[in-house]
């Protein structure tokens, strides 16, 4: 039970990766602080979680608005007077289209959920963490921030930032018992499929040499070793889990 007395944060917790986390941790012991700004897929989840045992705090919440995010963190300490794990997993796509067809809020709806929402958590998280000298906190970035997807250049930049934002913290924080390192996944068996055409998944699938899509569970194995203990000498890291796509 390697997560027994630890306090877990994760955004975008009503599904896919996020939920597969809240899963795989609090199956180890960990108390579960979920957000999403899908309320009802939240409250679901959250009841599932509950049913098996967990304890959980319903969070909902839009992690592109700072207040909403401090909120939550202080609801998180209020109850539990610690945040040891930060999981930066809310996301979202955008819609598939050159940079010439990209309207104003096409680029800012994505850039405001993928980067300025993890750095508004992040960066509440931080004194607490800082006070109690200890803290794990895992961005979920993307393949597409390190290779770059075509018809992808909100997501993909916004991925890339983080990436940039993760290594920047970590050096910040090295030597007050905080690790920050980032997951960059190749294409995910999730709902934000649904977000980018069949054309735009094939291409992305064509790349992967293991020829699938990975699962929210295996993701799920990766991040739950960057949030433990065991993760103690890696920090400013990108991990990827790419099925073979990412070979450097």
């Known amino acids: 039970m390697a997560f027994v007395g630890r306090v877990a944060l994760i955004t975008g917790a009503a599904r896919g990766i996020g939920l597969a986390v809240a899963e795989r941790l609090g199956r180890e012991g960990a108390r579960l602080a979920l957000v999403d700004r899908?309320?009802?897929?939240?409250a679901s989840a959250v009841a599932a979680l509950r049913n098996?045992?967990?304890?959980?705090?319903?969070l909902a919440a839009d992690v592109t608005r700072s207040v909403e995010v401090e909120r939550v963190v202080a609801q998180v300490l209020e109850q539990w007077g610690?945040?040891?794990i930060l999981v930066n997993n809310a996301g979202i796509a955008g819609r598939s289209a050159t940079t010439w067809e990209l309207t104003d809020e096409d680029w800012l709806s994505v850039l405001n959920v993928n980067l300025s929402g993890t750095f508004y958590c992040t960066r509440a998280v931080l004194p607490a963490m800082r006070r109690q000298g200890y803290g794990r906190i895992v961005n979920l970035a993307s393949i597409a921030g390190k290779e770059g997807n075509p018809q992808a250049v909100p997501y993909s930049a916004s991925k890339a930032g983080v990436i940039g934002l993760t290594k920047a913290v970590a050096k910040e924080v090295a030597t007050e018992g905080i690790l920050v390192n980032c997951v960059t996944p190749a294409v995910i068996r999730t709902d934000i499929l649904r977000q980018v055409s069949d054309e735009f998944v094939q291409y992305m699938l064509s790349k992967i040499p293991m020829r699938r899509a990975g699962e929210p569970a295996e993701v799920a194995e990766l991040v739950a070793w960057l949030a433990s203990d065991a993760c103690s000498f890696s920090t400013g890291a990108v991990f990827d889990i790419s099925g073979g796509r990412a070979t450097y």
């Open 38 to 42: 899908d309320a009802p897929a939240l």
């Open 82 to 84: 610690r945040i040891d």
């Open 52 to 58: 098996r045992g967990r304890e959980v705090l319903d």
